[in-house]
């Protein structure tokens, strides 16, 4: 079993930033997928961005240049630096991670709010 749990949401002026962590625990083996997710009340779940244990990431096309996702493998850790936030970013944040052989595990989420 793993489990995931975020940290980090919170309220911001719009072209603030907020770092969002995911700390993993549990059966992680060392190949796995991790990423951010996001879902608004009614629309579906969307990929934000997503990086591998070996360290390639992607991004939505509405986030490149303004979030960066990490992750630090001793820790089992990942996060989410978003920078020039905007209202749009609005949205409720979820963990993910895909790990090889074993399965699909998502966090709780955590809200992030942008006021305008």
């Known amino acids: 079993q793993v489990q995931l749990v975020e940290s980090g949401g919170g309220r911001v002026q719009a072209g603030g930033s907020l770092r969002l962590s995911c700390a993993a625990s549990?059966?992680?083996?060392?190949?796995?997928?991790m990423g951010w997710y996001r879902q608004a009340p009614g629309k579906e779940r969307e990929l934000v961005a997503q990086?591998?244990?070996?360290?390639?990431?992607k991004y939505a096309d509405s986030v490149k240049g303004r979030f960066t996702i990490s992750r630090d493998n001793a820790k089992n850790t990942m996060y989410l630096q978003m920078n020039s936030l905007k209202p749009e970013d609005t949205n409720f944040y979820y963990c993910?991670?895909?790990?090889?052989?074993?399965?699909?595990?998502w966090g709780q989420g955590t809200q992030v709010t942008v006021s305008s």
């Open positions: 990086i591998t244990s070996a360290g390639s990431t």
């Open positions: 549990g059966s992680i083996l060392s190949l796995n997928v």
């Open positions: 993910r991670i895909d790990v090889l052989g074993r399965g699909t595990y």
